[in-house]
């Protein structure tokens, strides 16, 4: 499936070419220019539909790509933050089998079984991604608070309800995934929810 090379198109590819780049500049320390880089790549992810609709640019290709581009933002960024100790490991774990699963089924339905299908997010699938980004925007400030030596403040009583919320919307959005998939897979639904 060619994407087609629109503005809303180019603001998705836009947020999955700024990944390397955000971590490189965060992670050799110049955080300023890494967190305006990493807020626009957020922003896109605001935009990228808002001006698909509002244009009637609304395609196939870019309702498929912009959670892609999502997940790659998460699988990365959350890895990034997980290997530099900021991140818990069961809540990185949790992401990355979601995000895989997800990612996993696009080359499944479309290029092996060529089944077309439909990406309509719902509203707590929208806050588990809302809630995502809050966390990888956490643990980068952490960092850049740690930089500038304050290593003692209390992290964990902030973040951790915010995990476990979020926690609770991977699970739910994972459970409701694999069965989904499993209808689209044999023909009896084609929009993933």
């Known amino acids: 499936m060619p994407i087609p090379l629109n503005l809303p198109n ?10 390397p780049l955000v971590l ?9 220019p890494g967190f305006l880089l990493a807020g626009w790549a957020f922003l896109t992810d605001f935009l990228d539909g808002r001006l698909a ?8 290709a870019g309702m498929i790509l912009d959670p892609v581009a999502d997940k790659l933002v998460a699988l990365v960024m959350f890895g990034y933050l997980f290997a530099v ?13 979601r995000d895989l699963a997800q990612l ?11 089944i077309a ?10 806050w588990g991604t809302t809630l995502n980004f809050a966390i990888l925007a956490y643990g980068f400030f952490r960092l850049w608070l740690e930089a500038y030596g304050y290593a003692d403040w209390p992290y964990d009583r902030i973040i951790q309800p915010v995990l476990l919320a979020s926690g609770a919307i991977e699970t739910f959005i994972l459970i409701t995934y694999l069965p989904r998939f499993i209808q689209i897979y044999r023909g009896i639904h084609d929009t993933f929810e």
């Open 104 to 114: 996993a089924s696009i080359p499944i339905l479309l290029w092996w079984k060529k």
């Open 53 to 60: 609709r509002k244009m009637g640019m609304i395609t196939q």
């Open 10 to 19: 180019l603001l998705t590819l836009c947020r999955i070419v700024l990944i």
């Open 117 to 126: 299908f439909k990406v309509r997010p719902k509203l707590i699938a929208k």
């Open 24 to 32: 490189i500049l965060i992670h050799q320390g110049a955080f300023i």
């Open 85 to 97: 100790k900021r991140i818990p490991g069961w809540y990185v774990g949790l992401v990355f089998v």
